[in-house]
């Protein structure tokens, strides 16, 4: 998912390019190379996992299906960066482009991951990313805009096929899920939410530039949040009789 905003929208560096952008563009899909190269890592290793523990066939090509997907988004990011005139390499730290045991349960770590990672995270994203492609109108941007929210949706609909596989192995496992749900939540309101810092200093500022290529403020992000939490994760949840949180005040 993008990262939400890291600089201030300025003025608009007309005349130094053939487009028209802004250092926060720049900035935006920088961090989106990143963040989609490291959700390739992260992907490639779960398969590892799904591996090593005899998943279905049907599940590892759909997870490899998605390590090609966010490879390309990565790629497709950098292309929109450069043409907005980014010269700098993406921040990529080797550390965090790996999955980490929580403990001595593969089946357990799988759904830690699972739930995280795709029904939270790649849920949330296919509102995210039709929100951040509605205004967009720079070609490059709307192209990877594009090929992004249509992948999305395959890479939700993988995280809550893969929580229902888990399950049936093991059907205990779905009660561990509800004791996780409280503290991720609270990690994506920390990271994308009301409880993000750039969500709280937000004055929803942003000029029409950013729109077009692709850009939302902090505070867009936290409302689609809100509203996912509602739509999205509620009722995927409750069919599958897991308890989610009351949202916090
Ligand atoms: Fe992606
Ligand atoms: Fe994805």
Redesign the pocket.
């Known amino acids: 998912m993008p990262a939400g905003r890291a600089l201030q929208p300025g003025a608009a560096d007309q005349g130094a390019l053939s487009v028209v952008t802004t250092p926060w563009v720049r900035a935006e899909w920088r961090a989106r190379i990143a963040a989609?190269y490291g959700?390739a890592a992260l992907t490639q290793h779960l398969v590892l996992w799904l591996i090593q523990i005899g998943a279905p066939p049907d599940l590892l090509d759909a997870g490899l299906a998605i390590v090609a997907?966010?490879l390309a988004?990565s790629r497709l990011s950098h292309e929109v960066y450069t043409a907005a005139g980014g010269t700098e390499p993406p921040a990529l730290d080797a550390a965090g482009l790996a999955l980490t045991r929580a403990g001595d349960d593969l089946l357990d770590d799988i759904l830690r991951v699972a739930v995280r990672v795709f029904c939270l995270g790649e849920t949330v994203?296919v509102p995210l990313f039709a929100h951040l492609r509605a205004p967009c109108r720079e070609p490059v941007a709307r192209a990877a805009l594009d090929r992004?929210i249509r992948?999305?949706v395959r890479?939700r609909d993988f995280g809550w096929d893969l929580l229902d596989w888990v399950t049936s192995v093991r059907p205990g496992l779905a009660a561990r899920v509800a004791g996780w749900l409280p503290r991720m939540l609270a990690e994506l309101r920390a990271s994308y939410g009301d409880l993000n810092p750039a969500v709280l200093a937000d004055d929803g500022s942003i000029g029409d530039v950013e729109r077009a290529w692709g850009l939302a403020p902090p505070r867009e992000y936290a409302a689609i949040l809100a509203r996912s939490v509602e739509r999205d994760f509620a009722p995927r949840f409750a069919a599958r009789d897991i308890a989610l949180p009351a949202p916090a005040a």
Do not use: Y
């Open positions: 989609e959700s997907d966010e988004h994203a992004i992948d999305e890479h």
